[in-house]
């Protein structure tokens, strides 16, 4: 992860001093532990869960929310925050500090989209199929969960029909068996060179 987390901070800042970076994919394509993990890489990186900013009732509804919690604040060189949503207890809780940090990630489904892309640094799309995504979000959550999974994929499908975050991908993450491999994504600039990354060890650039 290191050559990863050294090439996304020599990002110019997109957000004041901070370089926003987003994570997204399919639910269940293992945005959340690769986050954690780049996080850890960056030096303990501030990580914005999509899934605190959305709710039952807006599921995908969450922009002004987190354009008045993250964006606003982290542009005026301010610390931001979230107040974590409980999907068990319906409610939203107290508000938790996001230090204006060099490198901020925003992780979850969604974290791509067209409203939040002018403030992106970069982009990364967990490269999984969504049919496999949704598999292993399923089995993850169990059948407590079954009904939710029902309407959420409805709502995925449609999210990303009109407003689809790979396109602009600058790069694409590869779970394999031995670690990550991370390619240049269709949004990349011409000429960007390939990033292998194996594992939590050195990655190499070719």
């Not at 974590?84 to 508000?95: C, I, S």
């Not at 990630?105 to 490269?127: I, K, N, S, Y």
């Not at 969960?145 to 449609?158: H, I, K, L, N, T």
């Amino acid at each position: 992860m290191h050559d990863l987390a050294a090439r996304l901070r020599g990002l110019p800042p997109s957000l004041g001093p901070v370089r926003l970076i987003g994570v997204d994919g399919h639910a269940g394509s293992g945005k959340s532990t690769f986050a954690g993990r780049l996080a850890r890489a960056l030096g303990g990186a501030p990580v914005v869960h999509l899934d605190d900013i959305a709710s039952h009732e807006h599921l995908f509804g969450w922009t002004d929310r987190l354009l008045t919690q993250v964006v606003r604040p982290l542009a005026r060189g301010e610390s931001g925050y979230v107040t974590p949503y409980d999907w068990r207890a319906r409610a939203f809780g107290a508000p938790r500090p996001l230090p204006a940090a060099p490198v901020v990630l925003v992780e979850g489904v969604g974290a791509g989209r067209r409203a939040l892309r002018p403030h992106l640094a970069g982009l990364l799309w967990m490269e999984l199929p969504h049919e496999e995504s949704w598999a292993r979000g399923r089995l993850r959550d169990g059948a407590e969960q079954r009904e939710f999974w029902d309407g959420w994929v409805a709502a995925e499908r449609a999210h990303f029909a009109a407003d689809p975050s790979r396109p602009h991908a600058d790069l694409l993450v590869f779970q394999r068996a031995e670690g990550y491999e991370v390619l240049p994504g269709p949004g990349a600039a011409p000429g960007t060179g390939q990033i292998v990354t194996l594992g939590d060890g050195p990655s190499r650039l070719r």
